[in-house]
């Protein structure tokens, strides 16, 4: 089961408890995450169910490829990170 960790800066946001969920793709591993974690879902993700502009995510040190349908694949020993994104001159 892939394990699901928040940096701390979104504990204001979100319940940023690391938590361990089955899924093969990014999508079932989030939908998993947002049965225990409702408040979530609109935080990472916008109203057409994709990745928010302001969130990044990452599988094992790679960032995220599919942020539109969340189809990346994840190995059962896999780590999600998922940060806000940084912006700013």
Not at 31 to 48: C, I, K, N, T, V
Not at 56 to 85: C, H, K, T, W
Request: aromatic share 6%; proline share 4%.
């Amino acid at each position: 089961m892939a394990r699901v960790v928040f940096t701390r800066n979104l504990q204001r946001y979100v319940d940023t408890t690391p938590r361990t969920l089955p899924g093969a793709s990014v999508r079932e591993v989030l939908g998993r995450l947002f049965e225990q974690l409702p408040a979530a879902r609109s935080y990472l993700l916008d109203d057409q169910g994709a990745v928010r502009k302001h969130v990044v995510l990452f599988i094992n040190g790679a960032q995220l490829e599919d942020r539109v349908g969340l189809s990346d694949p994840v190995a059962d020993d896999a780590e999600i990170y998922v940060m806000q994104a940084l912006s700013g001159g």
